[in-house]
């Protein structure tokens, strides 16, 4: 009878083990299968490499929408999909501009369209008038009720839109700040 007992003890262990087994092949696949089904993340680099000139935006008579933002922005960077999305929609009646605000170059514009936190989206007619803003993370469908305003004429919806926002000085550099962009014109104290 002990022979037997030792038998079932085994065979339930290796029954234990199979379905132990069995159940890491089955996750392992779910998860293979969820990260290729993931919509891929929009990179907000790669998305400013390819987006329009400012100047061809403006002089093109095209409506504009500038995104002034920045990489280390979490707001910018949840919003990066569905800018994407928009653009993918959009692209061939709206500019799709990208300004980062830890260049420097750009202290003019962020000063004119009083960018005081990020994102911050400026809508220019197709003259390359402000037609309105909206600012942190907003929704998709706002933004695209915007831009179809924007490509109609029409007024914006959503002219002064507020979400979350990562804050952003506009201080010009002062003599003898390094030249970190990300110093946002602090002075380097020595």
């Known amino acids: 009878m002990s022979v037997n007992s030792s038998e ?32 891929p993340s929009a990179s907000l680099s790669e998305m400013a490499t390819v987006s329009v000139p400012l100047d061809e935006a403006i002089s093109n008579g095209k409506p504009t929408l500038v ?28 500019n799709f501009v990208m300004l980062n605000v830890d260049n420097n170059k750009w202290l003019p514009e962020m000063l004119h369209y009083r960018v005081d936190g990020i994102p911050h989206f400026a809508f220019l007619d197709d003259a390359g008038n402000d037609a309105g803003a909206a600012m942190g993370e907003v929704p998709r469908a706002l933004l695209a009720d915007n831009l179809v305003a924007l490509v109609a004429g029409n007024k914006l919806p959503y002219a002064q839109a507020i979400g979350q926002t990562s804050d952003v000085n506009t201080v010009a ?9 990300r110093s946002h014109g602090a002075q380097v104290v020595q």
């Open 173 to 181: 550099p002062a003599s003898g700040a390094g030249d970190d962009p």
């Open 67 to 94: 995104e002034f933002y920045a990489n280390w922005c979490t707001s910018c960077q949840a919003m990066a999909g569905d800018l994407q999305q928009l653009k993918n929609e959009y692209q061939q009646d709206v």
């Open 8 to 39: 079932s003890v085994g065979l339930a262990q290796r029954l234990r083990n199979f379905v132990v087994v069995a159940v890491a092949v089955v996750l392992s696949i779910a998860v293979v299968f969820g990260l290729q089904t993931r919509t």
